[in-house]
């Protein structure tokens, strides 16, 4: 089945950095989510990118759907400690059910 | 302004034990979702009702079952829960044939001792 790839893992920064993390497919994608999830919470949806090259932010928040469709990358700008969650993309699969398939998730940490 | 509304928010069960996960949405949607979260594994879809009077298979069914109760309602449940389905488990929903994504509820967070 379809799979999504997300990347890096794990990563800590200090307030104020940039962060950037990635989420690869072997498969295209039609449309491209990433959403945040506080701890105890669920996920919350950040950006919506539905074109390949598309980019679109929120904020401090900038996404990308990839050239290929095959990918999609999230920046966080001058990173603040309410930053801290996990960070999941998901793609729409293109078996027509409009399901979307998660990646393992990023979890950030950012140290004040 | 409820939005996804999960219950039990936390709950232990014994191996063997049955229980249902309640699920409501008050945003008229059409499609309804189950999901389990794992450390290290994402979300993974358990079941889905793509419209009232619908259920499909997910990636990860075995050992669940769902009722599309209503518009608003789609439970899970575990007849014999085992140690190998504590997880917690979301709900979400969205409207039908769109690419809007998900509403997820809060979870639930299910340990089967």
């Known amino acids: 089945g379809q799979q999504l790839n997300q990347s890096p893992q794990s990563m800590f920064i200090q307030e104020g950095e940039d962060v950037s993390m990635n989420c690869t497919s072997s498969?295209?994608?039609?449309?491209w989510l990433w959403y945040k999830q506080d701890p105890g919470e669920g996920p919350v949806l950040l950006i919506a990118?539905?074109?390949?090259?598309e980019l679109t932010s929120n904020g401090r928040l900038t996404a990308q759907f990839g050239i290929t469709r095959k990918d999609s990358f999230l920046n966080i700008s001058a990173s603040i400690p309410s930053d801290v969650g996990i960070y999941f993309c998901a793609g729409l699969s293109t078996s027509g059910t409009y399901k979307y398939i998660f990646g393992t998730g990023t979890r950030l940490k950012v140290l004040a | 302004n409820a939005g996804v509304t999960q219950t039990p928010k936390f709950q232990v069960l014994k191996t063997g034990q049955s229980m249902t996960l309640q699920c409501a949405q008050d945003m008229n949607h059409n499609s309804m979702y189950w999901y389990r979260q794992d450390p290290g594994m994402g979300l993974r879809l358990i079941y889905y009702s793509a419209s009232e009077g619908t259920t499909d298979k997910g990636e990860v069914p075995n050992g669940y079952n769902v009722s599309r109760l209503n518009k608003r309602e789609f439970s899970l449940r575990l007849e014999s829960a085992a140690p190998s389905q504590t997880s917690v488990y979301f709900c979400?929903?969205?409207?039908?044939?769109?690419?809007?994504?998900?509403?997820f509820g809060s979870g639930t967070r299910l340990t089967v001792v």
């Open positions: 979400a929903s969205s409207r039908q044939g769109t690419n809007y994504g998900y509403t």
């Open positions: 498969s295209i994608f039609n449309t």
């Open positions: 990118l539905y074109k390949a090259g």
